[in-house]
């Protein structure tokens, strides 16, 4: 049990779940087209275990005690994303309507069990043919997305709590166009910055297309880190700088102020798109909230071996999850309350935040870095920062991407063989929490 209370929260605070659709559905099939997960997972080297997206949790059928789990829990809310290749299999034209009656059946049954449907139009999945014509490094991709909003905000928009663009920039960008590790899998400096301002540019795109289609309370996600220097050098401190521009100020600073920090866009000068800077008020598009994902710190120390960046990061000696992050809940106080104080008044809500641990349900290590960040929240909510809500990451054990279905983040265990589902104590700990009253 948690030692915190839902009332601590106050009355309107809303406890949610996220997932993701590639990391849940399978159901690669009725019209669903490629995406550049599927190619690059089949590729080997890509995946820990070749593992790929074709079977996952099979949410595409079992959806419904997906949902009667969420609300067993007590939770107010699940974050889901849409697949675009299930809406519009070539990425742009003709609409499939297969995927089309799977979110309408997946937003009713939220809708008939009282629970609120967050959106995410774009949760990693970008269709295949879209790759071809260069994906993120071509500028088209805000008129394909937009087109693909469209149709969002006309099918679901009414039935829709809230709507997020992107899930986390940062890896749609850099970590997918840079360091490789995501699909398309780039390690090319030019295709990256191309990708770290279109996929903010589209964002932006976006949020003028759902608004012009009636759709309500606008927002995107953005993964954040606490950046830290590595040491009290002068050297580590400027690289710790740098870190926070790449990880954090970039999308900060761009789509709340229309701006991006000048550490990169000097050394980014040759590579970005000619122009870009008369995009930039469609950048920062007004939004109605602001989605932060948090998990860990980055440690950073100074590296002028590198070229273009001058930094590394470092391996720090606090407890660490089973994916290596260190458990850090004071950066998420940190950077709420920066968020706010710095950056924008809106409301925030933290879309994601949770752990991976070994396979198993018991995970009392889960349940005490939940208790521990919800705390976070709360010392954040203290000082001033305007938190609304929080989603566990995540409902379900389910394919992390690259590390394949080796790592575990769900509050629910999956036995990938059968799909049995097996709720775990930490799951067990929030339905503690949102079942009872003080
Ligand atoms: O699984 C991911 C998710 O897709 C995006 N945010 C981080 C999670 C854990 O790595």
Not at 90 to 100: M, W
Not at 131 to 153: C, E, H, P, S, T
Not at 412 to 423: A, E, G, K, L
Request: hydrophobic content about 35%; proline content about 5%; aromatic content about 12%.
């Amino acid at each position: 049990m948690f030692s915190i209370h839902r009332q601590d929260f106050g009355t309107d605070f809303t406890f949610g779940v996220a997932t993701a659709a590639f990391q849940i559905e399978g159901g690669q099939r009725d019209g669903r087209g490629p995406s550049i997960w599927d190619s690059f997972s089949r590729t080997p080297g890509n995946v820990h275990n070749g593992d790929t997206g074709a079977e996952a949790c099979n949410h595409y059928e079992l959806w419904p005690q997906d949902l009667d789990l969420i609300r067993d829990g007590g939770f107010d809310a699940y974050r889901f994303s849409f697949a675009w290749p299930r809406l519009i299999p070539g990425g742009t034209g003709a609409v499939n309507q297969a995927g089309l009656d799977f979110y309408d059946r997946l937003i009713d049954g939220m809708l008939e069990r009282g629970i609120k449907p967050y959106a995410t139009l774009y949760h990693w999945d970008l269709p295949s043919p879209l790759q071809d014509k260069g994906g993120w490094m071509n500028r088209d991709i805000a008129n394909w997305f937009a087109d693909y909003a469209v149709l969002i905000a006309q099918k679901f928009g009414d039935r829709l709590e809230a709507t997020a663009t992107i899930n986390e920039p940062w890896c749609v960008a850099f970590l997918s166009h840079f360091l490789g590790i995501h699909a398309p899998g780039y390690r090319d400096l030019r295709a990256a910055a191309r990708a770290m301002h279109h996929v903010l540019f589209a964002h932006g795109t976006a949020i003028d297309a759902l608004r012009a289609n009636g759709a309500k309370n606008l927002g995107i996600v953005l993964n954040l880190e606490k950046s830290e220097p590595a040491s009290d050098s002068e050297e580590d401190k400027q690289a710790a700088n740098v870190g926070d521009a790449i990880f954090n100020r970039w999308y900060l600073g761009g789509v709340l102020k229309g701006e991006y920090p000048t550490e990169l866009t000097g050394p980014l000068a040759a590579y970005l798109p000619d122009g870009y800077e008369e995009d930039m008020a469609v950048v920062s598009r007004p939004l109605d909230w602001l989605g932060i994902n948090y998990y860990t710190r980055g440690l950073y120390k100074s590296a002028p071996d590198q070229p273009v960046f001058p930094i590394a990061q470092v391996k720090g000696d606090l407890e660490k999850t089973d994916i290596g992050w260190e458990i850090y809940p004071q950066g998420l106080t940190d950077l709420l309350v920066r968020v706010s104080r710095d950056y924008t008044k809106l409301p925030l809500y933290v879309t994601e935040n949770g752990m991976a641990e070994v396979e198993g349900d018991s995970d009392p290590r889960r349940a005490k870095y939940y208790e521990d960040h919800l705390k976070a929240v709360l010392s954040a909510r203290e000082q001033g920062a305007d938190v609304r809500g929080y989603f566990a990451w995540s409902l379900l054990d389910n394919y992390e991407w690259a590390e394949g279905y080796n790592k575990r983040f769900g509050l629910v265990h999956v036995d990938y063989q059968t799909q049995q589902r097996t709720p775990k104590s930490s799951y067990r700990a929030f339905q503690g929490m949102l079942h009872n009253s003080r």
